[in-house]
T-cell receptor, first 113, second 119 residues
Framework: QQPVQSPQAVILREGEDAVINCSSS?????VHWYRQKHGEAPVFLMI?????EQKGHEKISASFNEKKQQSSLYLTASQLSYSGTYFC??????????????FGQGTILTVHP | EAGVVQSPRYKIIEKKQPVAFWCNPI?????LYWYRQNLGQGPELLIR??????VDDSQLPKDRFSAERLKGVDSTLKIQPAELGDSAVYLC????WGMGLAGLNNEQFFGPGTRLTVL
């Protein structure tokens, strides 16, 4: 089942902060975050594992609440280059869910000067 | 390090015609994914390979779609015959290890995609 992202879109001015949320109805093993600019490939930002391990770009942070099956991506002091569509991808915990990423519908982030 | 390479970048065909997409993953990556991305949506997994074995093809419409990964490197995705609803971007991604087994090493590297238009 597809995770739900919120908000669907957000508009910022440079230097402002934003939070993008991702919520799943099933137990999760990991959450991935990607950013995709128009006409380009999705680019990896973060991976968060059940149990607390995480890896990602140093200027981006995220959290993963295993009990609530929710993750949030925190974008601070936004730059023009942060504009794009952000996707969370969730990997379920157990059975055939392992190894399969299900992506949300995306959050469009626009940063203005 | 070279990224994931896909070709062609764009393809326009008429319905009922066949079409094929090619993907060359990052060297050393044993896991390869094919996704379909419809306009305004997130990528949807079609098939996942670990080396040359298709370990998850549950979402591949097997009546018209087929895929292969010879020698565990390059992969080809084929549609025959194409339908209007197949218009989408087809993304290939690779990962250095299988999902669920290597935790933080499971980041996926995506290619630029092939934009398919079926008329």
């Amino acid at each position: 089942q597809q995770p739900v992202q919120s908000p669907q879109a957000v508009i910022l001015r440079e230097g402002e902060d934003a939070v993008i949320n991702c919520s799943s109805s099933k137990a999760l093993y990991s959450v991935h975050w990607y950013r995709q600019k128009h006409g380009e490939a999705p680019v990896f930002l973060m991976i968060l594992l059940k149990g607390g391990e995480q890896k990602g770009h140093e200027k981006i942070s995220a959290s993963f609440n295993e009990k609530k099956q929710q993750s949030s991506l925190y974008l601070t002091a936004s730059q023009l280059s942060y504009s794009g569509t952000y996707f969370c991808g969730t990997e379920g915990a157990g059975g055939t869910s392992y190894g399969k990423l299900t992506f949300g519908q995306g959050t469009i982030l626009t940063v203005h000067p | 390090e070279a990224g994931v390479v896909q070709s062609p970048r764009y393809k326009i065909i008429e319905k009922k015609q066949p079409v094929a997409f090619w993907c060359n993953p990052i060297s050393g990556h044993n896991t390869l994914y094919w996704y379909r991305q419809n306009l305004g949506q997130g990528p949807e997994l079609l098939i996942r390979y670990e080396n040359e074995e298709a370990v998850d093809d549950s979402q591949l419409p097997k009546d018209r779609f087929s895929a292969e990964r010879l020698k565990g490197v390059d992969s080809t995705l084929k549609i025959q015959p194409a339908e209007l609803g197949d218009s989408a971007v087809y993304l290939c991604a690779s990962s250095p290890w299988g999902m669920g087994l290597a935790g933080l090493n499971n980041e996926q590297f995506f290619g630029p995609g092939t934009r398919l238009t079926v008329l």
